[in-house]
């Protein structure tokens, strides 16, 4: 479908501002290897410290690149399905907010104001700009959220007996979750953090703002996935030739999604004192409900995967596993889409190790945990906002592909490069190797004494994998900003590739319909969270003063000094 | 609806998250496996010290700041159980003793606590490894078990 220019722009601005600052954040992960694996034994490098560049890495890869994502693919999803341009208004405004809170959060942290990494643990003191910047990029996804809500809602009006088609359905619940989690580090930000920071009020309560972060912290990434669950039941059948097994399932698996989500982020505290065994224990089962609409997922697409290689000619067990478009240019988003579903098979499951209760006493904090999630959020997540950025470029420009059979192999190397990067994490976190510290310093530096030399040959493992992250990355940037600057060659327009369902399926009027999802969803939280967030008030005896990164002496807030 | 083939996919997911849940269980029975304790908080925590319960049992009350734990070496005769308390007097740290599965969260006005028994002598890195500050990578004590060494 044609969009009108200004709404095209808007999408291509959220588009391009995030991949453009995905270089910095890119550079980063290169750097971090590098100091991890001791190869400098320095606490900055081009007068960019550590701590600072973990920061930039962590808040551009994880939260600009893809909130400002889910924001333009929505856009798109709605507007393509429901056949309703976004409101210019809003969508503008959107934007602005989301580009100028950015642009002071980068601005913090580039200054080295704001080297307290991207979960900002009060309490270490970030400048306050940091944190209304975040707060303000994520209150402009929701303006843009809000403007769906109505495009839907009269969607719904006129057409009540069809089906929501499932790609809506899923950006629906992604940004209802999304919306839901972000009120409570909304109010962390905006309420205990920016006035303590600006020394209005003197002391916050850690146990408390760490709980409120994790609210948010564990639904954020399935925010993340959620767009590349919409792309593998809407498009990846249709990509590979073939037809979705089922809807239904979709549907299914993303109101469990919309249910579980939340209650469920107490699982990254089972080291935090303060907070009762009973809930940990509740929230670590509730997690393994999480990971049911993920097997719901994995059998789902397998077997629309299966049709297509079938479709093509495949005879026996498994020979359409070969039939698919691995290297096909012509459908070069498949590669980006199989390659994030084949590692989120180790994403997953190492990911249950973590939510597996007191089993997370062998890895919590360890270098296992970015060894975890680069399988996800590095994996499926992450591929799928590189081919789709460049899709919807290529298409909302006009423009061909530049380089088509290198865009085509990115994919691949870079899930060469993350499996040994994370083998190499993880191997190293089952020793005892901390994530978020500088090795080359001390741990991996010989003349040190705290030097161990078990971490040896799992940093260099880091090393090579991130070298090879590091290339595709490059190539990415190649292949995204020279078909950017190309000439146009065709008409801008929106077109995604939809898969036809396989089963004919009735509607089902509960899996189409929000109202009692809602409900449920809200009750669960109530009955996880009150009491997380009571054993925090009760139980945490002093609050504590902010202390910049650089010293031990607490800052002395203005109060004190009058 | 969904067909026979989804249904029995749906139900070997939940029987295989029902087995996951068993273990969870089982390593927090039979194998002793838990998170920390969840104590009232009271200033004395913030005294570091170790104490001696008996002759078999010690505690440790560690006290994390920037960037370095006190007591920085603790000397635990071989076969003891020690009770491991951990505070902050400043940021968030962490405390893991990788070859106990000791790990824990230090934080400002709270307290964490868990109990090991070392069977072996060693030297037991005590590692912070949650980021606190530009000297992060220095944080280190160490637990060293061999006193007295009959």
Known sequence: MHLSKPIRNIILIELFVPV?????????????????????????FAKLDYYQGLTLHGVINAIVLTTFFAVAFGHATIAFHLKKEPNYRASMLSVCLMVGGTLMAAWAMLMGKASVLYTFYAPLKAHPLFYLGTALLIVGSWVAFFDWVTIYSKWKKDNSEVNTPLAVLGTLVNFTIWFVCTLAVAYEVLVLLIPWSMGWTPTVNVSLTRTLFWFFGHALVYFWLLPAYIMF????????????????????????????????????????????????????????????????TAFT?????????????????????????????????????????ILFIFGGLTGLVNASYSLNNVIHNTAWVPGHFHLTVAGPVFLAILGMSIFMTSQLTGKKIFLPKINTIVPYLWTVGVLIFSTGLMWGGLLGEPRRTNL?????????????????????????????????GLLYFIVFFGTFLSKRTAEPVIDFPISEVYHTEKRVPIFDTFRPWLVAMGVILFMAYVPAIMDTLNNNGKKAPPYLPTDPAPVISTIEKK | MLDKFERTVIGVALLVSALFIFCLFYAMGAKKGNVTECLPYDKSYEDARVSQVDKNTYQVFYVARMWNFEPSVVYIPVGSEVDFFVTSKDVVHGFDISEKNVNLMGVQGAVAKTTVKFDKPGVYKVTCHEFCGTGHQNMQAEVIVNYPSK
């Not at chain 1, 910095?24 to 100091?35: D, N, S, T």
């Not at chain 1, 809807?247 to 982020?265: K, N, T, V, W």
């Open chain 1, 301 to 341: 697409i397998a077997a629309s995967l299966e049709y297509a290689g079938r479709k093509r000619g495949a005879k026996g067990l498994w020979n359409w596993v070969w039939k698919l478009p691995f290297f096909d240019k012509n459908v070069y988003l498949f590669g980006y889409l199989i390659n994030g579903l």
């Open chain 1, 440 to 472: 080359g310093l001390t741990y991996l530096n010989p003349e040190s004494e705290l030097y161990n030399p078990y971490w040896v040959i799992t940093t260099m493992l880091g090393l090579a994998g991130g070298g090879i992250m590091f290339a595709a």
């Open chain 1, 233 to 296: 039941y809407t498009i990846l059948p249709k990509l590979a030739g073939g037809k979705l097994y089922s809807e239904l399932a979709g549907r299914i698996a993303f109101f469990l999604f919309l249910l579980l989500s939340i209650p469920i982020g107490v699982h990254h505290q089972f080291g935090d004192p303060a907070i009762g065994r009973g809930i940990k224990l509740t929230q670590s089962i509730l997690t393994f409900g999480v990971a049911v609409p993920s097997f719901i």
């Open chain 1, 20 to 44: 453009l600052l995905l270089t910095i954040g890119i550079y980063h992960g290169l750097m971090q290897v590098i100091y991890r694996a001791g190869v400098i034994h320095q606490s900055s």
